[in-house]
Every structure is written in C-alpha cells, then in structure tokens.
Nanobody, 124 residues
Framework: QVQLVESGGGLVQAGGSLKLSCAAS????????MGWFLQAPGKEREFVAA????????HYADSVKGRFTISRDNLKNTVYLQMNSLKPEDTAVYYC?????????????????WGQGTQVTVSS
C-alpha cells in the first residue's frame, strides 16, 4: 500500500504562487500515474492534473491550464504541483492520489491511494 502525505499549502494573495508536494512512503511511486484533486467547501472533488509514471505525459483541467504545472521526481518519491497566478476560486483542500492506469481518467473513483490533503486559501 502507498502512503501519501501532502505539504506546502497555506494562505496566499490572489496572483501569488504556491508549490505543493506529495511524498510517498511504504512503496515507490514510480509505477503509478499520479494526480492532484481539489475539494472546495460544499462542493464535489474535482480533478486538477495528472502525470504519467514516466513523467512523459501530463493532463490538466481546463481551469488550471497555463497556471499550474504537475511534475514528479521518482528518485525522491515525490510529486509536485506548482500553482501560479492563483485565484480566490482556487481555494480548496488539495489531495494527491495514485492509480495504475491512464492519466486521462479524471474521476477520483479511479484512484487507489490518497493523501490526507493540504489546505490552500487564496485571498482577494
């Protein structure tokens, strides 16, 4: 079983940047597609971005294209989400997740392992 721990969340002003990290333990991340999701209060969980096991392919939600970048370092067993030009509507708890399979499957139900989440708050 993969254990995932997110970090890097916090409070930032609109237009600012944050970089989230997701560190894995108990098992290597290298075989897995990794994704980031968000959940705002009172709303359903949403797909943000995903990266293939080899890091050769990335996929983004339209709402974050051009602002967020997903990356991974398999030697460090860590996945990142660089978030630039943040907007108040990006405020949410952000989760990383792992799955075996295509990065184009954007439903959270297709992911097998989840972190506990990290809060991102963007003030206007």
């Amino acid at each position: 079983q993969v254990q995932l721990v997110e970090s890097g969340g916090g409070l930032v002003q609109a237009g600012g940047s944050l970089k989230l990290s997701c560190a894995a333990s108990r098992r290597a991340l290298s075989p897995y597609t990794m994704g980031w999701f968000l959940q705002a209060p009172g709303k359903e969980r949403e797909f943000v971005a995903a990266i293939s096991a080899s890091a050769s392919i990335t996929h983004y939600a339209d709402s974050v294209k051009g602002r967020f970048t997903i990356s991974r370092d398999n030697l460090k067993n860590t996945v990142y989400l660089q978030m630039n030009s943040l907007k108040p509507e990006d405020t949410a708890v952000y989760y990383c997740a792992a799955r075996s399979g295509s990065i184009y499957y954007t439903s959270g139900s297709g992911y097998d392992y989840w972190g506990q989440g990290t809060q991102v708050t963007v003030s206007s």
